[in-house]
């Protein structure tokens, strides 16, 4: 069954600083990969994805992330935080042919002046 | 533009109440979808509907039903609230399938209380 790790629960960074959030998932062939992120008490907005081609995907908000099949990761990386993102983050893979998508358990990104 | 719309955003039920939560959206979207998040976990599909008149089981269906009589709606049924159902359950739209490079909108969320 597919699955998806998010290794760091809780992450403190000064604003300005650089970030990267990590991803590993577990699934046989080629996933379709999501980033979304949470801000306190709404819905989930997506930031990026990747489903084929190039590794390196843009998003909004200044976020980008990097496919490597070969660790099976798909970090999430910014190079300069803003306090404005302080949110929750997920990582999530769906299953070619299905629609369940599955999350990983999310990491808190706390920005600190 | 509303988008997904779930009403209400609180609730505070009794072991063995039932209720709905309403999910609407205005964007024409055929698949829905439900989760639920307990706390320190990620999202996990409930049910999900890939158009009107046509429902599947997600990854915890047990204690819910759903229906979608129209592209519109969505609502989530729960029949005799269970503590374990105590969490915060979002409603997602999108107009294609995971699989055709259409992502997923989401509502603000409901809260769920089972006292």
């Known amino acids: 069954a597919q699955s998806v790790t998010q290794p760091d629960i809780h992450i403190t960074v000064s604003e300005g600083a650089s970030l990267e959030l990590r991803c590993n998932y577990s699934?046989?062939?080629?996933?379709?990969l999501f980033w979304y992120v949470q801000s306190p008490g709404q819905g989930l907005q997506l930031l990026l994805k990747?489903?084929?081609?190039?590794?390196l995907v843009q998003g909004i908000k200044g976020f980008e992330a990097e496919f490597k099949r070969s660790q099976s990761s798909f970090n999430l990386r910014k190079p300069s935080v803003h306090w404005s993102d302080a949110a929750e983050y997920f990582c999530?893979?769906?299953?070619?042919?299905?629609?369940?998508?599955?999350f990983g358990t999310g990491t808190r990104l706390t920005i600190i002046p | 533009n509303a988008g997904v719309t779930q009403t209400p955003k609180f609730r505070i039920l009794k072991i063995g109440q039932s209720m709905t939560l309403q999910c609407t959206q205005d964007?024409?979207?055929?698949?829905m979808y439900w989760y639920r998040q307990d706390p320190g976990m990620g999202l996990k599909l409930i049910y999900y509907?890939?158009?009107?008149?046509?429902?599947d089981k997600g990854e915890v269906p047990n204690g819910y039903n759903v229906s979608r009589s129209t592209t519109e709606d969505f609502p989530l049924r729960l029949e005799l609230a269970a503590p374990s159902q105590t969490s915060v359950y979002f409603c997602?739209?999108?107009?294609?399938?995971?699989?055709?490079?259409?992502?997923?909108?989401f509502g603000d969320g409901t809260r769920l209380s089972i006292l």
């Open positions: 509907s890939v158009g009107a008149g046509i429902t």
């Open positions: 964007m024409n979207h055929n698949y």
């Open positions: 997602a739209s999108s107009y294609g399938s995971q699989n055709s490079n259409q992502p997923q909108h």
């Open positions: 999530a893979v769906v299953n070619f042919g299905n629609e369940k998508l599955t």
């Open positions: 990747y489903f084929s081609g190039d590794t």
């Open positions: 699934y046989g062939a080629t996933p379709y």
